[in-house]
């Protein structure tokens, strides 16, 4: 890649959180029986008519906001023409041209702690196509719950403004913060309902003519987003390298394999045959409107970041970290307001926290724990009460029970030995069973100091007091 330079648009489709679809009352919850929620509309069977979702209109309207775009009024939705088994209309209902609801925004972000801007050309509105499944006969399978699901679309400006994979990924994980911090999508990759469709092309430094561009269907994870861009990127170098050329093509990333095939040629704008959409008016939206939308905008990633670097001093990565997602950003904040200090609590929530949720079904949402149960917690191990080896086994108690952490200390024993006589005692016996591990600390070999502790440690079932039994340790080899 060192003789090219790379430019990567990013196309991001996102399912609004509507209980209705785009142009029909169907409902647009997830997981039902094939075929289940759909009806004449959504089906595209002959004399139906759609009508707009205004909740959806509403949500694309706030994120256009949020991107830092102008708002088209009157915004006008098109027909796109063209035959796929999802499409059952034959045609998809979307916005085109120079009238799309958002147009010339950006978004701000940091890469490896650099500012980075990428300009937004568009976010629109359109209706999700069903879903195909392929099976092992060579049939394939129609399920039409999510035709007609409404959908948004954000597109980058050309010449893009991404250039490598770890930005398009950076791009993809803030651009999700900000639709959560609305509460316009849920962000669930895994279920579709956040999409991303990278188009790579690459061009020789110097150059000002752009080669064909790739587009990458429908990436579902961010890390699938950096491998796919990563090796797409790779594989168009080598191309030109060899002296092949690129076409203008589909690729599916194949995530088991780490490469990506073709799917199929890239249709160009013209052979969509847009024109407006009659059945439905344009969209207008009164100034008074969008002021009120634009004032109930919550406090957004970025802002956030920088209040927590401000108000309770960490560091700039803790305060990435934390405010990816608005449901670890408020439970850090409850907790930090409860606690004195607010780096301890961010490393508990970044840590332990994160990593129960993570391996947990439901995630967060499924702990039982509260952040004022956190905060008791800590204060548990500032008194000296318990260790912080032992405040982790609580923790996760507190995280499957609900229970206080006051209550797992003494139902289970759990109090912290701090008397220093008895701790005492407990090193002399340590040392009379270790004769000749004593006698190679005393002689230098300080990583032996560890299996003293272990072994102070698993004798008082984990309840010295750590710095207390370090202290002991070295007062006995002197």
């Known amino acids: 890649m060192s003789r090219f330079e790379a430019f990567i648009g990013m196309e991001v489709h996102a399912e609004l959180l509507t209980e209705s679809k785009m142009f029909c009352g169907c409902s647009t919850k997830f997981g039902g029986p094939p075929n289940s929620n759909v009806c004449p509309v959504c089906m595209g069977l002959p004399g139906s008519l759609p009508v707009a979702n205004r909740k959806a209109v509403e949500l694309v309207v706030k994120t256009a906001l949020a991107l830092n775009c102008e708002i088209s009024s009157p915004s006008i939705f098109y027909r796109k023409n063209y035959f796929y088994p999802d ?33 937004i050309r568009r976010v629109h509105l359109e209706e999700d196509t069903g879903k195909l499944f392929h099976v092992a006969t060579g049939q394939s399978h129609v399920d039409y719950n999510r035709s007609g699901v409404p959908l948004m679309e954000i597109v980058t400006e050309f010449p893009p403004d991404i250039h ?65 861009v990563a090796y797409e990127l790779e594989r168009q170098a080598k191309l030109l390298s060899s002296g092949g050329r690129v076409t203008q093509e589909t690729r599916r990333w194949d995530d088991a394999r780490g490469e990506t095939f073709v799917m199929r040629s890239k249709e160009f704008e013209q052979e969509y045959r847009y024109f407006p959409e009659p059945d439905l008016v344009p969209l207008t939206f009164a100034p008074e409107w969008l002021d009120e939308l634009r004032r109930a905008l919550p406090e957004l990633p970025e802002a956030k970041r920088a209040r927590y670097q401000q108000r309770y001093g960490l560091p700039a990565y803790d305060a990435a970290v934390l405010t990816v997602d608005p449901r670890i950003a408020a439970f850090f904040e409850r907790a930090a307001d409860a606690h004195h200090d607010a780096k301890a609590v961010a490393n508990w929530v970044m840590g332990d926290l994160t990593r129960l949720a993570n391996a947990t079904d439901g995630g967060l949402d499924a702990l039982k724990v509260t952040p004022d149960a956190l905060a008791a917690l800590l204060k548990l191990i500032d008194a000296g009460t318990i260790s912080g080896r032992t405040a982790k086994d609580v923790f996760q108690e507190m995280c499957q029970t609900g229970k206080a952490p006051d209550q797992i200390v003494r139902e289970k024993g759990l109090t912290q030995i701090s008397d220093e006589t008895a701790l005492a005692a407990v090193v002399d016996t340590v040392f009379r069973e270790n004769p000749k591990e004593v006698e190679r600390l005393r002689n230098g070999e300080e990583k032996l100091l560890a299996f003293f502790v272990g072994q102070v440690m698993r004798a008082t079932r984990g309840k010295a007091a750590p710095d207390l039994v370090n202290r002991l340790i070295r007062e006995r080899l002197s």
């Open 87 to 119: 499409l059952p209309k034959n045609y998809q209902i979307s916005q085109y041209g120079d009238d799309p609801i958002g147009r010339n925004g950006y978004l701000d972000f940091m890469v490896d702690g650099r500012p980075k801007r990428v300009h």
């Open 164 to 228: 490598t994979a770890e930005e398009a990924r950076e791009y993809l994980v803030n651009l999700r913060s900000i639709l959560l911090y609305l509460g316009v999508c849920d962000g669930k990759m895994e279920e579709g309902s956040l999409r991303c469709e990278p188009n790579v092309s690459i061009r020789a430094k110097g150059s000002m003519e752009f080669n064909p561009k790739v587009e990458l269907k429908n990436l579902n994870s961010f890390r699938a987003v950096y491998r796919g």
